[in-house]
Each structure stands twice: as C-alpha cells, then as structure tokens.
Nanobody, 123 residues
Framework: QVQLVESGGGLVQAGGSLRLSCAAS????????MGWFRQAPGKEREFVAG????????YYADSVKGRFTISRDNAKNTVYLQMNSLKPEDTAVYYC????????????????WGQGTQVTVSS
C-alpha cells in the first residue's frame, strides 16, 4: 500500500524558509513522478513543483520559480521542497503526490496523495 507522509510545515515570517519532506513507502517509485501541490482556503489545489524520481528536469509553477527547489533522496525514499523567500501568499496546505504517468500540472491525474502539511507565512 502506497503511503506518502509529509512533514516540515509550520508558521514562518515573510522572507523566511521552510523545508518540507515527503516520505514515500509501499512500492518502488523509480519510475514515478513526484509532485508538490498546495491548496489555500477557498481555492483550487495548484501545482507547485514536480520531479521524476529517476532524475531529469524539475518543473515549477511560475509563482515559485527561483524561490522553491524540489529534490529527492533515493536512499531515504524522500522528496523535499525547499522554500525560501516565503511570502504570505504561499500560505496553504501543501500536499505530496505520486503517479507513474501524470499530467504533471494536473492534480486529478495523480493517484497517490499525502495528508498535507500546513504552511503559514505571516506578514
């Protein structure tokens, strides 16, 4: 059974940093795409960043380019989202997602989801 467990969220001041982690278990993810999405109150879930577990390019939403970095640690089966220069508009619940062949920016195309971790950025 696939499990994705996020951690690392919290309250931070604008301009600060957080690193989110997504620990994956339950199958071999070598061919999977791992994505980070976020959902703010009253808004749709939106793509933040994605990476193929086997390597290659990473993709980012325009709103986070240059501030966020997605990476993976194969030995730990963990995907990270390093978030720098945080803004109040980054406040949301952040979700980790996995799928072998998703439409990268499309949340409904991912089969597996974590429970989410809250990120709150104060001004």
């Amino acid at each position: 059974q696939v499990q994705l467990v996020e951690s690392g969220g919290g309250l931070v001041q604008a301009g600060g940093s957080l690193r989110l982690s997504c620990a994956a278990s339950g199958r071999t993810f070598s061919s999977y795409v791992m994505g980070w999405f976020r959902q703010a109150p009253g808004k749709e879930r939106e793509f933040v960043a994605g990476i193929r577990w086997s390597g290659g390019s990473a993709y980012y939403a325009d709103s986070v380019k240059g501030r966020f970095t997605i990476s993976r640690d194969n030995a730990k089966n963990t995907v990270y989202l390093q978030m720098n220069s945080l803004k109040p508009e980054d406040t949301a619940v952040y979700y980790c997602a996995a799928d072998p062949s998703p439409t990268w920016f499309s949340a409904p195309s991912y089969d597996y989801w974590g429970q989410g971790t809250q990120v709150t950025v104060s001004s």
